[in-house]
């Protein structure tokens, strides 16, 4: 067998998204997405800014149907720095392009990774 086949170190792919970590990102904004086996759902995304996944896309699918205790609430009161109340409409148009320190951490079952907190900078 040829030295061209042989690796002496390999790159573990972490699926789609940034490994773990903290970062910091840009705020790109909210699409409607749609799941066969979850339905209807959110998608909020986030661009790295530095280091070696800059420009990588760090994202976290919710419900479809924000409310205050579940994620989709929790990252708009995040996002925009208020509490939440049911009833009431927010606006993130002020949010896209903001900075926020973003804690991504391990997909459910391991596949890929997710965001999982958000501070305003």
């Known amino acids: 067998m040829s030295d061209d086949f042989m690796l002496d170190e390999i790159e573990i792919g972490f699926g789609a998204g940034p490994p773990p970590a903290a970062y910091r990102c840009s705020f790109e904004g909210?699409?409607?997405?749609?799941?066969?086996?979850?339905?209807?759902?959110?998608?909020?995304?986030?661009?790295?800014?530095?280091g070696p996944h800059a420009g990588a896309i760090a994202a976290r699918t919710t419900s479809a149907k924000p409310s205050p205790s579940n994620g989709a609430g929790k990252l708009?009161?995040?996002?925009?720095?208020?509490?939440?109340?049911?009833?009431?409409?927010?606006?993130?148009?002020?949010?896209?392009?903001?900075?926020?320190?973003?804690?991504?951490?391990?997909?459910?079952?391991g596949k890929g990774s997710r965001v999982a907190t958000v501070v305003a900078q």
């Not at 148009?93 to 951490?105: F, M, S």
């Open 30 to 50: 909210v699409k409607r997405t749609s799941h066969p086996e979850y339905g209807e759902g959110l998608r909020f995304e986030w661009k790295v800014l530095d």
């Open 76 to 109: 708009i009161a995040a996002l925009t720095g208020t509490a939440i109340a049911g009833g009431q409409k927010a606006s993130l148009a002020a949010c896209r392009g903001k900075t926020y320190l973003v804690v991504v951490e391990a997909g459910p079952n």
